[in-house]
């Protein structure tokens, strides 16, 4: 972060000094407390189970710069202190200002599953021309957006930042905040269904992403399946200040970057990508579908920004998933496929398909918890991922053990176990289903697990690794 003085942070987000001196200098944001230290902003958020402010006499302690502060009553503190009615909206502001100071393209990654994925290949891209910055751990959120904004420096030449939401109304911030120039939909499924009512509404507050694009504006959008006339019918062109030149991708027939030729390889998967004006062949040391059309988009971007090709695709082969989000661990000759950071009926989808990608050879375990913020659709959808267990059954793509955990998922246990022989069983917590799987599991195996981060399906990767 550039430091800025402690009298333009005033200005930027319409505050009050309280006490101290304006021309001090600022040169990092904080929320959480600990991590306060000399130069810095404290940001005390307001949550359901703590508000922070009770942190500031701490923070300041410690040699904090600054803080903020709603209650207008606290003086005579170290450092400085800045009044704002509202804590949050106060740094989404100042980082709308300091995003501001830097005339860098940004790209934005919206979508119901796979953004940081396609984030992490984009960046993996942009990085071999380009100073990077992209979002780092789980900062795509109201707060988490803001405070990458403070990750930009005088050396930086591209952004790539997820932009997450779950309720209307935010991506309007998000847009506000990150501004920018090219967007990406990976796909609109049913997450935080919810809360956002119906695909269509998903569709629409994510489409809220193209908002700020001026006349050179261009949205890519994943072309496969029924997002096309999801995308058309729904994105919110008008609200567009200028205008947006919306682009498919993926590896169905009608998109401007497609690819097909698809195969698995003992090491990861290829295919050939067809752009306009050429073809190259693409190795990815990942598997599934989903990780096709990542790598696909990220491509398209290069041909954008006039990344070489051939660079880019070497960064794309030495992609390895994160925490998480894909990762395979080995223990004695099983393979544990950790994807728990999150989960969607859709991803999940994509996960069991890609799980018989992974190896002709040995049984295929699947271990599955509940997907939250489905609403009244809940049971609805959860009996759509035990349909597709026996779809993919049908094409000889078979589980040899199902092991569900959670109210939800347990409709996923009833539609298998009512529609096959597949071997399932239905598990009260993470310890019991660790247990089931360890039960059953042997050399060669390759399993799943996955759910919804408030599930807590790490601790099932934690059991089944342990020594």
């Known amino acids: 972060m550039k430091p800025i003085l402690i009298a333009d942070i005033v200005k930027a987000v319409g505050g009050r000094l309280l006490w101290g001196d304006g021309s001090n200098m600022v040169d990092h944001v904080v929320i959480d407390s600990r991590e306060a230290a000399p130069g810095a902003l404290f940001v005390p958020i307001i949550g359901e189970r703590v508000d922070a402010h009770r942190f500031i006499p701490d923070v300041l302690e410690k040699g904090a710069a600054c803080t903020f502060t709603s209650d207008d009553s606290v003086k005579g503190e170290p ?45 993996a891209v942009m990085e071999t021309k380009f ?16 405070l990458m904004m403070f990750c930009l420096e005088d050396d930086t030449e591209m952004a790539v930042y997820e932009m997450g939401i779950s309720m209307p109304g935010e991506m309007d911030h998000l847009v506000d905040i990150a501004r920018p120039e090219t967007a990406v939909m990976t796909n609109i499924g049913v997450s935080h269904i919810g809360n956002l009512g119906s695909r269509e509404k998903i569709c629409s507050e994510k489409g809220k992403i193209i908002t700020n694009f001026s006349n050179s504006g261009k949205l890519y959008i994943c072309g496969n399946g ?29 998109c401007l970057y497609y690819g097909d030729q698809i195969r698995a390889t003992g090491d990861g998967q290829s295919f050939v990508f067809h752009y306009p004006g050429g073809e190259t062949e ?32 070497k960064a794309l082969l030495a992609y390895q998933p994160i925490a998480m989000r894909g ?7 099983v393979h544990i496929i950790d994807d728990t950071y999150n989960a969607s009926p859709d991803s999940i989808n994509s996960n069991l398909h890609a799980l018989f990608d992974y190896s002709l050879t040995g049984r295929k375990i699947a271990v599955l918890a509940d997907v939250l913020e489905l609403g009244d659709r809940s049971r609805e959808l959860h009996e759509g991922i035990g349909r597709y267990i026996l ?19 347990r409709a996923i246990h009833e539609y298998v176990s009512a529609g096959s022989d597949i071997p399932a069983v239905h598990c009260k917590d993470n310890a019991e289903a660790a247990q089931a799987v360890r039960d059953r599991m042997a050399e060669g195996d390759w399993i799943l697990v996955k759910g919804s981060r408030g599930m807590h399906m790490d601790e099932v990767v934690q059991q089944l690794i342990k020594e």
């Open 226 to 254: 029924d997002l096309r006339e999801l995308s058309a019918s729904c994105i919110p062109y008008g609200k567009c200040r200028g205008e947006c030149e919306t682009i498919y991708y993926g590896t169905e027939p009608g």
């Open 327 to 333: 990762v395979v661990k080995e223990i004695h000759g």
């Open 131 to 146: 100073q990077t910055v992209k979002t780092l751990r789980n900062l795509n959120s109201q707060i988490g957006v803001a």
């Open 79 to 123: 450092g400085a202190g800045i009044y704002v009615e509202d804590t949050l909206r106060a740094l989404q502001d100042l980082a709308a200002w300091y995003r501001a100071q830097f005339q860098i393209p940004v790209i934005g990654i919206t979508g119901s599953v796979g953004k940081t994925t396609t984030k992490e290949m984009i960046a």
């Open 391 to 409: 779809e993919e059954k049908r094409q000889g793509r078979e589980l040899a053990f199902l092991v569900t955990v959670g109210e939800e998922a």
């Open 282 to 313: 693409v190795r990815l040391t990942v598997m599934g579908a989903h990780n096709i059309n990542n790598a696909i988009v990220a491509l398209a971007l290069a041909c954008q920004y006039q990344v070489p090709l051939e660079g880019a695709k």
